[in-house]
């Protein structure tokens, strides 16, 4: 799809990334949790307050992926203090890519996970993880087609359900490095 543009957003922008975070998430994940556990997250993971604080952090950033002034995806990347898990200075977390189910295989993602690997290209990363939930094949897909390999695992709790996401990384270092 042409004329994608992948922006930088800043505090200001708090209610979009609320209203967009909630409606991808919950398109993508709803009809395999219970209602009560996505509301649970929903409420507390895109609070207001939290997400202020996110977008304040100076060591994330987050990006919309706009189609004619319309908000149709978004990405957060972490780094040094900021990563949820491995806190090494010469790494790059993808934290969150999530694009609308109606744009899903119109290289949304792809243009969004382009940027994030931009980013930790610029900052001399060693290398890029992520965490994906084990029963979103789709994701897990994307980043194997990209080049992840599975590492290793860790627990996330979706309101009161414990669940398993496998942490996947990405080498941006050559061999003759």
Do not use: C
């Not at 060693?126 to 992840?148: C, H, M, Q, T």
Request: charged share 25%; net charge negative.
């Amino acid at each position: 799809m042409e004329n994608i543009q992948i922006v930088k957003i800043a505090s200001e922008d708090v209610e979009a990334l609320q209203s967009i975070g909630k409606q991808t998430f919950s398109e993508t994940f709803s009809g395999t949790n219970a209602a009560e556990d996505m509301n649970a997250y929903l409420e507390s993971g895109f609070a207001q307050e939290k997400l202020s604080a996110e977008l304040d952090n100076q060591n994330s950033e987050f990006y919309f992926a706009t189609l004619q002034n319309e908000t149709i995806g978004y990405l957060k990347i972490n780094y040094g203090n900021s990563q949820t898990e491995l806190k090494l200075k010469n790494a790059v977390e993808i934290e969150r890519i999530y694009v609308l189910k109606s744009f899903h295989g119109k290289n949304v993602g792809q243009l969004l996970y382009n940027k994030a690997i931009e980013i930790a290209k610029s900052r001399n990363a060693d290398y890029v993880w992520l965490g994906v939930w084990e029963e979103n094949p789709r994701a897990i897909s994307f980043y194997k087609k990209n080049g992840f390999v599975a590492f290793d695992k860790h627990i996330f709790r979706l309101g009161n359900d414990e669940q398993t996401d496998i942490m996947m990384k990405l080498s941006l270092k050559t061999s003759s490095e």
